[in-house]
């Protein structure tokens, strides 16, 4: 913004505004394997007729949106790609094909089109702060952000994420995969303070209404994004932030968005939420067996 001990088998519900919840001494569940990645049970079934699953992604614009909408592509096979962004500018950056609509998340009818016969949908939108101008670095001290008029993070990570939800039910989705970040247990953590944009307590809040929705979900509360390779690290699943009381609280773009494409192909993978990060390249052994990463996970939220 991860090695779960046993946890709540039915979902929390957290008020809100809520309390953070205690913090508990990290105990990685660090997930390696040398077996090949299996494939009994599907989460996302193919459509009548053996075609491929139709998978939407939202924030397809984005430096991870774009990596699980090529990845679905170069799937062909299995799945049939199609992206969301918000402007014809994000369209036309990740090739402007007929597959990769334009609308907007704060507008439940600008997406209707976008989420029509989807199976799947991969929520990847996020508020994002920007720097106020005039800092100075050479001056000390920090620089200050904001948030555009309407794009702050109660109308994109709450409402915008509220709405894709809501529009995925309406259409009968089967899957909804939603990457989040880590540190949401904590109202006083340093991306709150961004802009006064409270962003991950309306991440948050969007969480809990996936996890209540009565559809099938996998919540990914990534670690510190970073552009590198991806398919080289062990992963480590975990919960509650204890990771981010570690040194290992990072994880390369590349594999966020292959977890999400894996969640889609294993029944283990529903109606879970984990926090995610990985080794340092080197260290471990590349996570290949996402069955089984998903197997081990025990928490719903």
């Given at each position: ?40 049970g ?32 170069e ?29 907007d ?5 600008s ?59 309406s ?14 247990t ?5 991306l ?11 991440k ?64 283990e ?7 995610l990060a990985?080794k ?22």
């Amino acid at each position: 913004m991860t090695t779960a001990a046993a946890a709540a088998t039915t979902t929390m519900r957290l008020p809100f505004p809520f309390r953070g919840q205690t913090l508990l001494p990290p105990r990685h569940r660090v997930v390696s394997s040398r077996k090949g990645p299996g494939r009994a049970g599907v989460a996302v079934s193919a459509a009548a007729g053996g075609s491929p699953a139709t998978v939407l992604v939202t924030g397809a614009g984005g430096r991870t949106g774009q990596i699980v909408y090529k990845k679905l592509k170069e799937r062909a096979g299995q799945f049939t790609a199609r992206g969301l962004v918000r402007t014809e500018d994000s369209k036309a950056k990740i090739g402007g094909g007929d597959d990769v609509l334009v609308g907007d998340i704060r507008d439940l009818g600008s997406i209707a089109a976008a989420v029509e016969g989807i199976d799947a949908l991969v929520i990847l939108t996020s508020g994002v702060p920007k720097m106020k101008p005039g800092f100075d670095p050479s001056k000390g001290g920090r620089p200050e952000f904001y948030f555009e008029e309407g794009s702050d993070p109660e109308q994109v990570d709450w409402i915008g994420q509220k709405n894709q939800i809501d529009a995925a039910k309406s259409v009968g989705v089967k899957q909804i995969v939603l990457v989040g970040s880590m540190g949401g247990t904590d109202l006083n953590h340093p991306l709150n303070k961004l802009g006064n944009g409270n962003i991950l307590v309306w991440k948050r809040k969007a969480e809990q209404y996936l996890a209540d929705s009565g559809l099938p979900y996998t919540i990914i509360r990534a670690g510190g994004l970073q552009d590198k390779d991806g398919g080289v690290r062990e992963l480590i699943i975990g919960k509650d932030d204890e990771i981010l009381k570690t040194e290992t609280k990072t994880i390369a773009r590349a594999d966020v968005a292959e977890v999400c494409i894996q969640a889609l192909l294993f029944e283990e993978a529903r109606f879970k939420a984990f926090d995610l990060a990985s080794k340092p390249e080197g260290e471990g052994t590349p996570t290949t067996d996402f069955k089984s990463v998903f197997a081990q996970i025990a928490t719903r939220f």
